[in-house]
C-alpha cells in the first residue's frame, strides 16, 4: 500500500519511499531523563508507535533508534543556564547519574505498559561521547566551529541553507535577541557543540575535552543538538528515511541537527521529517507551575489504565493540536470498553450450525474483510488514527446488531488482529473467553428465563456478576460482556 507521509522538510505530503528498499532507518527524538514522562510527551511517542506498526503492515523492515538524552540538554535553548540533569540532581539531593538511571527506566516502562514496540536501539548519550567528540572533531577540520570561553560553536552563517527548515528569518531574530547570554558568540543562532564546565561549577557528568579540539579546556559536555545527530549517524548511517519528534523541535533542536550532520558530510541527513503537534490540558499549555503533566501513574490512580490513554491518543491525529482532560480520558475509556467486549462475541459465535463457508457470501463478512483493509488504508493516509477509529466503530456497531450465529468468524478475527496490529490496543489479549462454570449459569439463567422465572434468572444474574460478567438479552439471545 501507498504510504502518504507530511513531510517538515518540503511542508508537503509527499509518498514515502527509503533509500534502500523495503528497510525504514528511523529516528526518534527521545526524553530528556530528569523527571516522569507527562502525557503530551506519550502523545508523541504513541503517533510514532503508530508509524511503526503501519511501516511493517506495509511490509519495511524498520531499524529504529531511540535516544535518551542524559546530559546536555540546558534549561534555554540560547545554550544558556543549568543542564536540566544536574539541576534535577541537585533538586533531589543526588547525582545526576541516579537521575537520568531512575527516569531511564521509568522510561522504559512506560513503553511496556503502553505496548510502544520498542526499537532495537535505546541508546543513551552518555553512552556516545567518543563519537560526538568526532563529530566536532570532523566539523572543526571543515571550519564550522569556534572556540570561546565557555565551549565550542557551529557558525550557522557557514551553513547557508541554516534557515530553510524552519522557515526562520534569521535578521528578524538576530534584532529581537535580547541581550545574549554570550555575546561572544558571532551569530545570535549559533548554539553549542561541546561546552566547558564552568570554573565555579562542579559538574556530575563530564568528560576531558581532547586537546585537539580545545586546548587548555580539559573537562566539558556534548551539547543536546550534537547528541542527536551523532547517536543517528553512528547508528544508522549519514541519512536517515525518517526523523520524528515534537513540532517545538523544529526551529532550534532539528535546524540545528540538519545543520551540524550535513556540514559534516555533505549529504542530506534525513529524507522525512514528522512532526507531532502538541498536547494541550484543559486547553492550557503543559507546565511544571500549573501542575498539569500528568504521568502514567497519575492516571492510574484515577483508575484509568495505559491502555486508556492509548486510546484517547489516537482520536486525535498527530498533526492536530489534542487537548487533554479526564473527561475526555473518560470517554476514551468507554469506547475502549465496549470495543473489548465487541471483541468477546468472537468467543460466542461458535456455536453455530452454520461453519463459515455457508456464511462466505453474506454481506456482514464481506464487510469485515473490508473494514480491516480500509483500517490500513486510512493510517497509510499521514496516519489518520481518528479515521482508522470511525471505520472500527461503524464495523462494530454493524456486529452488535448481528445474530451471533451470522456472524462471519474468521473475517471477525482477522479483523481484531489487524485492529491490534496497528493499533496496539491488545483487543484480542484483554477479552478472554469466560469459564465453563460461567456459560453454564448463563445457559441456566436463559432456561429460567424461557420458563419465565424471574426470580431464578434475576439470581443467576446477580452469581455471574461475581465474576466481573453481565449478560445482555438481544432478541437473539443471550450475550455476556465484561462489567464496566
Ligand atoms: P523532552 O523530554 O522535553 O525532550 O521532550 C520529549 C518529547 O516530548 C519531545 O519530542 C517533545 O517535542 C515532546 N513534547 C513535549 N511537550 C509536549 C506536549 N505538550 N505535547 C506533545 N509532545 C510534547
Ligand atoms: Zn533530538
Known amino acids: 500500500m501507498t504510504l502518504n507521509l507530511h513531510n517538515t522538510l518540503t511542508g508537503k505530503d509527499q509518498n514515502f519511499k527509503s533509500e534502500a528498499p523495503n528497510i525504514v532507518k528511523l529516528y ?61 540532581a541537585k533538586k ?55 572556540q570561546i570561553d565557555d565551549g565550542i560553536y557551529f557558525d550557522t552563517s557557514k ?33 553549542a557543540l561541546w561546552k566547558f564546565t564552568p570554573e565555579n561549577e562542579k559538574r556530575d557528568m563530564q568528560w576531558e575535552t581532547p586537546d585537539d579540539i580545545a586546548e587548555g579546556k580539559p573537562m ?23 526523523h520524528t519528534g515534537g513540532i517545538d523541535h523544529i526551529p532550534v533542536h532539528h535546524t540545528n541537527e540538519i545543520a551540524q550532520s550535513e556540514a559534516a558530510t555533505g549529504k542530506i541527513f534525513s529524507n522525512f521529517w514528522l512532526h507531532n503537534n502538541h498536547l494541550k490540558v484543559d486547553g492550557t499549555k503543559i507546565s511544571k507551575s500549573l501542575g498539569n503533566g500528568y504521568t502514567l501513574n497519575d492516571l492510574a490512580e484515577k483508575g484509568f489504565s495505559p491502555n486508556d490513554y492509548r486510546m484517547f491518543a489516537l482520536q486525535t491525529h498527530y498533526r492536530s493540536e489534542g487537548n487533554f482532560s479526564f473527561e ?33 457470501t453474506d454481506d456482514r463478512s464481506v464487510s469485515l474483510y473490508a473494514a480491516a483493509q480500509a483500517v490500513l488504508a486510512a493510517l497509510n493516509d499521514d496516519l489518520n488514527t481518528p479515521a482508522a477509529l470511525a471505520i472500527i466503530d461503524d464495523a462494530f456497531s454493524q456486529l452488535t446488531h448481528a445474530r451471533l450465529d451470522d456472524i ?39 432456561q429460567a428465563r424461557e420458563h419465565q422465572d424471574w426470580q431464578t434468572s434475576d439470581n443467576l444474574r446477580k452469581e455471574i456478576e461475581k465474576s466481573g460478567i453481565t449478560v445482555r438479552d438481544t432478541a437473539h439471545g443471550p450475550i455476556w460482556e465484561y462489567l464496566a
Open 28 to 88: 526518534t527524538c527521545g526524553p530528556t531523563v530528569y523527571d516522569y514522562l507527562h502525557v503530551g510527551n506519550w502523545f508523541g511517542y504513541i503517533a510514532w508507535d503508530i508509524l511503526v506498526r503501519v511501516l511493517l503492515a506495509d511490509e519495511y523492515e524498520v531499524e529504529r533508534v531511540l535516544n535518551i538524552t542524559d546530559v546536555g540538554h540546558l534549561v534555554s535553548d540560547a545554550d544558556d543556564g543549568q543542564d536540566k540533569l544536574e539541576k534535577g
Open 220 to 242: 566539558g559536555f556534548p551539547g543536546w543538538h550534537l547528541e542527536c545527530s551523532t547517536m543517528a549517524m553512528s547508528i544508522l548511517g549519514q541519512t536517515l528515511d525518517i
Open 92 to 146: 533531589e539531593g543526588k547525582t545526576a547519574w541516579d537521575i537520568a538511571e531512575f527516569y531511564t527506566q521509568d522510561f522504559l516502562k512506560g513503553i511496556e505498559l503502553l505496548g510502544l514496540i520498542k526499537p532495537q536501539h535505546v541508546v543513551k548519550a552518555t553512552d556516545y561521547i567518543p563519537q560526538q567528540l568526532e563529530l566536532v572533531r570532523t566539523l572543526k577540520d571543515k571550519g564550522y566551529t569556534y
Open 328 to 360: 475526555n480520558l473518560a470517554g476514551a475509556k468507554n469506547r475502549l470498553h465496549n470495543w473489548i467486549n465487541i471483541a468477546a462475541m468472537r468467543h460466542q459465535t461458535h456455536d453455530t450450525l452454520r461453519d463459515d463457508d455457508d456464511k462466505c
Open 159 to 191: 551553513f547557508p541553507t541554516y534557515a530553510d527548515f524552519a522557515h526562520l528569518d534569521l535578521k528578524a531574530l538576530q534584532a529581537g535577541a535580547r541581550v545574549e547570554f554570550n555575546p561572544k558568540k558571532r551569530n545570535h543562532s549559533d548554539f
Open 408 to 446: 462471519h468468524q474468521h473475517a471477525f478475527v482477522q479483523l481484531l488482529e489487524t485492529i491490534d496490529e496497528l493499533l496496539g490496543l491488545q483487543l484480542i489479549k484483554n477479552s478472554p473467553d469466560v469459564s465453563d462454570d460461567i456459560k453454564m449459569l448463563i445457559i441456566k439463567r436463559q
